[in-house]
C-alpha cells in the first residue's frame, strides 16, 4: 500500500516453497540456468541481466527489448498507450522474473517462457487518457532517483540474502522464510518502480515500501 492507504497498482509474489528443495538443482543453478539466460538474451538484448537479478535497478533492463520510448511517445503527443505494447512489456517482465526468481533460487521449477507458474506479478491497464499525466514521463526518470539511491543499498543486502539462503538450502533444505520474504519485496520494490517510471503503468508514486 502507499500513503494513500490503497494497494499500490503494481503487485508482485512469489510463492514460497513448502516442501524440501532440490538441493542438486540448487547447487548446479548456474549451469541449468544457462538455457534459458539465452532465451532471455535473445528477447531483451545484453541488458537482461537487470531482468534477472537488478530489475529496477538504474532502470536500464527496461530499455531493451520493451516497448518504452515508442509508449513515451504515444503518451506524450496522442495520450494512448497501445494495449499490445502494454501486454508485450507485461508479459515479458513477467518472464524476466520468472527467470529471476529460479537463478536467484527462490524456486526451483524451470522458468516457463508463456505460463505463470508460482510467480505473480499483476499490472492493471491504465486508461492513458484520464489516468496517465502525459508530460509525466519526461521527469519520472527524476523523480524515482531518491528510490535508486535507497535501492542501491537494499540490493546489496538482497545480495547477502541470496549467498545465505544458498547456502541454507544446500545443508537444510530450505529456504529461510525471513530471508525469502526479504528478496521478494526488494523485487516488488523494484517492479514499481519500474512500471512507475519506465513502463509507465500509474503516476502513482510508488512507496518505499517492501511490503505488498
Known sequence: MDATGK??????????????????????????????????????????????????????WSTAGFAVAPAVLMILFRRKYPRWWFDWNLSLARFCLRVGAYFAVLRDEYPSTDEEQTVHLEVPYPDAKTELNRWLPLVKWLLVIPHLVVLAFVDVAAYFCFIIAWFAILFTGRYPRTLFDFVVGVKRWQMRVVWYAVLLSTDRYPPFSLKA
Open 7 to 60: 494497494p499500490y497498482p503494481v503487485s508482485f509474489t512469489v510463492e514460497y516453497p513448502e516442501g524440501p528443495r532440490k538441493r542438486l538443482s540448487v547447487f548446479f543453478r548456474p549451469v541449468l540456468f544457462v538455457p534459458i539466460a539465452v532465451i532471455l538474451i535473445l528477447l531483451v538484448g545484453t541488458g537482461s541481466e537487470y531482468g534477472l537479478e537488478e530489475a529496477g535497478r538504474g532502470l536500464a
